[in-house]
């Protein structure tokens, strides 16, 4: 048996964001590989008219966990969802669940945060800082604790051209910020958030960059780490390859390629396309989860895990690869035929929104009107367009990430281990 699957036999193990894809993932393997873990504590909250157990049912009834019913047939028993909402002050959390928390915990995942790029500055700061800050005030109540993986991105430091296994800081404390939010109205803070987030992009990742500094000023004695992965994609091979159910990001965009929606993006075709599968960032997490309990470093450990410094990809490469597979595997009834045009050139990308996408969709609203039924290619191209356009600023850049820590990682692991 693996070193790191041994680890976690017999661990109460806490996931925040378990429902989302990351965190899916992460349970997926936990259970998979370590069957005898004691119990996956997941914060949930209702959601779209599902209860917390209609919730894990299906997480659990799902393709993905197929695997894991046969090696851990009492999995149901094994997963504790426990209702929170990481909006709200101790993220009301009963007293009875909070209790158990604090008293069984052995590791901490913390996963959950808002990964829409357009979101408000209030609501991104309560979900990736506060929260984050209000997780690291319970772990640092609790005894049995051995790790505490904290998970951000490779772009909360986009703004530099660099970027090392450090945690920046930002240039006004989150503590201020955090306060200021507390009394200022929406109108102000929609105001003042461009001079806040300054050469940040979006407030995704000014917001995870200020949720490491957060981490890093609340460590107090725990054992912590942050781990940044680039674009997280499909699952490369485990539990089976090409695993989704996120259209975030590029998943969403070669979606849409594939249906035949988008056939030309403003994108520098020879930018690196830093996607990595998310097995391979679980498999890190794992691993990162087990070193930092086990040799437990003196400082806050950064890990990078990135694909463009291993097997560097770019989006014209990227391109092909997707029309390639559509064209053996296409879908069902597209739109389109699926076409990919890269341009770094303003006017030339507007041309071909203009002509490639707003006017066959207006058109096709047309005859969807003449025959009776309502129109919405208008409305869901004009959708995409915004989503591209917030994707721009990753699309048309290429960064260089140090991969010190994974590296060293990667030698202490068992030559199973080494292999996932
Ligand atoms: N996906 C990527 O490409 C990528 C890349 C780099 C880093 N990351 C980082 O990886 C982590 C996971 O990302 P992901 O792609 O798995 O995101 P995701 O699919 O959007 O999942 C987000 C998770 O956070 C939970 N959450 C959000 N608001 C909550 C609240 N108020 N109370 C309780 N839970 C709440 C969501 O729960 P609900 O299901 O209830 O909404 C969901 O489980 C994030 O920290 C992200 O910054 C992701």
């Given at each position: 048996?693996s070193?790191?699957?041994?680890?976690y036999?017999?661990?109460?193990?806490?996931?925040?964001?378990?429902t989302?894809f990351l965190?899916k993932v992460l349970?997926e393997?936990l259970f998979r590989?370590?069957p005898d873990?004691?119990v996956?504590?997941i914060l949930v909250?209702?959601k779209?008219?599902?209860?917390?157990q209609?919730r894990?049912?299906q997480i659990l009834?799902s393709?993905?966990?197929?695997?894991?019913?046969e090696v851990?047939?009492n999995v149901?028993?094994?997963?504790?969802a426990i209702?929170?909402?990481?909006?709200?002050?101790?993220f009301?959390?009963?007293?009875e669940?909070?209790q158990e928390?604090?008293?069984?915990t052995?590791i901490i995942f913390h996963c959950?945060?808002?990964?829409?790029f357009d979101?408000?500055?209030r609501?991104?700061?309560q979900?990736?800082v506060?929260?984050?800050?209000?997780?690291?005030l319970?772990a640092s109540?609790?005894?049995?604790l051995?790790?505490?993986i904290?998970?951000?991105?490779a772009y909360?430091?986009?703004n530099?051209?660099?970027?090392?296994?450090?945690?920046y800081?930002c240039?006004?404390?989150p503590?201020?910020i955090i306060d200021?939010?507390?009394?200022l109205d929406?109108?102000?803070?929609?105001?003042i958030?461009?001079k806040?987030i300054?050469d940040?992009?979006?407030?995704y990742?000014?917001?995870?960059?200020?949720?490491?500094?957060?981490?890093q000023?609340?460590s107090?004695?725990?054992?912590?780490a942050?781990?940044r992965?680039?674009?997280?994609g499909?699952?490369?091979?485990?539990?089976?390859?090409?695993?989704v159910?996120?259209?975030?990001?590029?998943?969403?965009?070669?979606?849409?390629?594939?249906?035949?929606?988008?056939r030309?993006i403003k994108?520098?075709?020879?930018?690196v396309a830093?996607v990595?599968?998310?097995d391979?960032?679980v498999?890190?997490?794992?691993?990162?989860?087990w070193?930092t309990?086990?040799?437990r470093?003196?400082?806050?450990l950064v890990?990078?895990?990135?694909?463009g410094?291993?097997?560097p990809?770019?989006?014209h490469?990227?391109g092909v690869?997707?029309?390639?597979t559509?064209?053996k595997?296409?879908?069902?009834?597209p739109?389109?035929r699926?076409?990919?045009?890269?341009?770094?050139n303003?006017f030339?990308?507007?041309?071909w929104?203009a002509?490639s996408?707003r006017?066959?969709?207006?058109?096709?609203?047309?005859y969807?009107?003449?025959t009776?039924?309502k129109?919405r290619?208008?409305k869901?191209?004009?959708r995409?367009?915004?989503?591209v356009s917030?994707?721009?600023?990753?699309?048309n850049?290429?960064?260089e990430?140090s991969?010190?820590?994974?590296?060293?990682?990667?030698?202490?692991l068992?030559?199973?281990?080494?292999r996932?």
């Amino acid at each position: 048996m693996s070193t790191i699957a041994a680890f976690y036999g017999g661990k109460s193990i806490l996931i925040t964001g378990a429902t989302g894809f990351l965190g899916k993932v992460l349970m997926e393997k936990l259970f998979r590989t370590s069957p005898d873990l004691k119990v996956i504590y997941i914060l949930v909250r209702p959601k779209a008219g599902q209860t917390l157990q209609q919730r894990v049912f299906q997480i659990l009834d799902s393709k993905l966990f197929e695997k894991v019913k046969e090696v851990c047939p009492n999995v149901h028993e094994k997963i504790r969802a426990i209702y929170a909402d990481l909006n709200q002050n101790d993220f009301a959390i009963s007293k009875e669940d909070m209790q158990e928390l604090l008293s069984c915990t052995n590791i901490i995942f913390h996963c959950a945060a808002t990964v829409r790029f357009d979101d408000t500055l209030r609501h991104a700061v309560q979900l990736n800082v506060t929260a984050t800050r209000q997780l690291l005030l319970m772990a640092s109540q609790m005894p049995k604790l051995e790790a505490f993986i904290h998970i951000s991105t490779a772009y909360s430091n986009c703004n530099l051209k660099h970027i090392d296994e450090v945690i920046y800081p930002c240039p006004v404390e989150p503590k201020k910020i955090i306060d200021s939010l507390e009394w200022l109205d929406d109108a102000i803070i929609d105001e003042i958030t461009p001079k806040l987030i300054r050469d940040w992009p979006n407030i995704y990742t000014y917001t995870k960059a200020l949720g490491e500094m957060v981490v890093q000023q609340e460590s107090r004695n725990l054992n912590i780490a942050i781990i940044r992965p680039s674009i997280v994609g499909a699952t490369w091979q485990e539990p089976f390859p090409g695993w989704v159910d996120n259209i975030n990001g590029p998943n969403g965009i070669i979606i849409a390629t594939g249906k035949g929606f988008l056939r030309a993006i403003k994108a520098t075709p020879m930018a690196v396309a830093d996607v990595i599968p998310v097995d391979t960032v679980v498999n890190l997490m794992l691993a990162v989860g087990w070193y930092t309990a086990v040799h437990r470093p003196k400082s806050t450990l950064v890990y990078h895990i990135t694909s463009g410094n291993m097997n560097p990809c770019n989006w014209h490469k990227m391109g092909v690869q997707v029309l390639a597979t559509f064209e053996k595997i296409p879908f069902e009834r597209p739109f389109r035929r699926p076409n990919a045009n890269f341009t770094s050139n303003s006017f030339t990308s507007q041309y071909w929104n203009a002509v490639s996408h707003r006017a066959p969709a207006i058109i096709y609203d047309c005859y969807l009107r003449l025959t009776g039924r309502k129109p919405r290619m208008t409305k869901l191209m004009n959708r995409l367009l915004r989503t591209v356009s917030m994707l721009e600023y990753f699309i048309n850049r290429s960064w260089e990430w140090s991969t010190y820590n994974t590296e060293m990682l990667m030698s202490e692991l068992s030559p199973e281990d080494q292999r996932g």
